[in-house]
């Protein structure tokens, strides 16, 4: 009887710590799993801080990288002055905007004159100019019926100057030049009583984007310099005091090249 005592005792005893153990491990269990949470919740909030530094951070440089080209940009703007004497018209183009034309009609008889315009821009910027020789018709001819019906010739002379007066560019050699009109192919056609029918004429298209800085004028060919004495530059050409190296520029022929297109990159 005793025996049977001390076994249901041992048995009972057993049990309960097996029950002990048991609970012990759920509660282990338990408080790995919350601390498990716990460093999960942390983790997460430590990376949504981070990602939140972060963009802050991205902002901030998105804003100093405007800020500064803005101050660049405005740091490297300048002010321009070009004096440019024509026979007969002009119109001057900086970055592909027009900055001043010629304010005496190309159609005025001896419409030769000198004109001035200011213009703001940053190195490096494209030169452009339009220059048209006086023509009555797609001839090439002046004064048609009349006594003195010729070719007329052209010829135009520019210089830059910064806000110090300093020259920055001249017209040369170096500019690049696309004639678009000539005319009378057939010089012999000067005299004719009837130029329109017997004169013979080359017009090219104006490519649309000539003027603007990405158009590429490698194809052109350079400007040819002129000496006054071929020129014979009137009416405002001597209102100007011209640098020693600006140069009368045209196409090839004085008489036969019309309308010339003229461009140049000035950098600093």
């Not at 249901?8 to 282990?28: E, F, K, M, N, R």
């Not at 304010?103 to 339009?130: D, G, H, M, Q």
């Not at 023509?135 to 004064?143: C, P």
């Not at 910064?162 to 170096?174: K, P, Y």
Request: overall charge negative; aromatic content about 8%.
């Amino acid at each position: 009887m005793l025996r049977r005592i001390s076994l249901l005792l041992l048995v009972a005893l057993v049990g309960a710590a097996c029950s002990s153990d048991a609970a012990d491990t759920v509660v282990a269990e338990a408080t790995d799993a919350t601390e498990s949470t716990e460093t999960t919740e942390t983790a997460d909030e430590v990376s949504d801080d981070t990602e939140e530094t972060d963009d802050a951070s991205s902002d901030d440089d998105a804003v100093d990288s405007s800020s500064d080209a803005d101050t660049t940009e405005s740091a490297t703007a300048e002010s321009f002055t070009i004096e440019v004497w024509a026979d007969n018209w002009m119109a001057v183009y900086v970055d592909g905007e027009l900055v001043g034309e010629d304010s005496v009609s190309i159609t005025t008889e001896r419409s030769f004159n000198s004109e001035v315009f200011t213009f703001e821009a940053a190195y490096p910027f494209t030169l452009a100019i339009e220059a048209k020789d006086y023509k009555e018709t797609d001839s090439g001819l002046e004064y048609i019926g009349e006594s003195n019906q010729q070719m007329g010739d052209g010829g135009i002379i520019a210089q830059v100057s910064d806000s110090s007066g300093a020259i920055v560019s001249v017209t040369n050699a170096d500019w690049q030049s696309l004639v678009v009109h000539r005319a009378p192919l057939n010089t012999d056609c000067e005299s004719d009583s009837d130029p329109d029918a017997n004169c013979e004429y080359e017009i090219s298209e104006t490519p649309g984007d000539w003027t603007s800085v990405d158009f590429d004028d490698s194809a052109w060919t350079s400007a040819t310099e002129w000496s006054a004495a071929d020129v014979d530059p009137k009416l405002g050409y001597d209102e100007i005091s011209w640098d020693g190296s600006a140069q009368l520029i045209w196409g090839t022929d004085l008489e036969v090249d019309n309308t010339v297109l003229l461009r140049t990159t000035v950098a600093n």
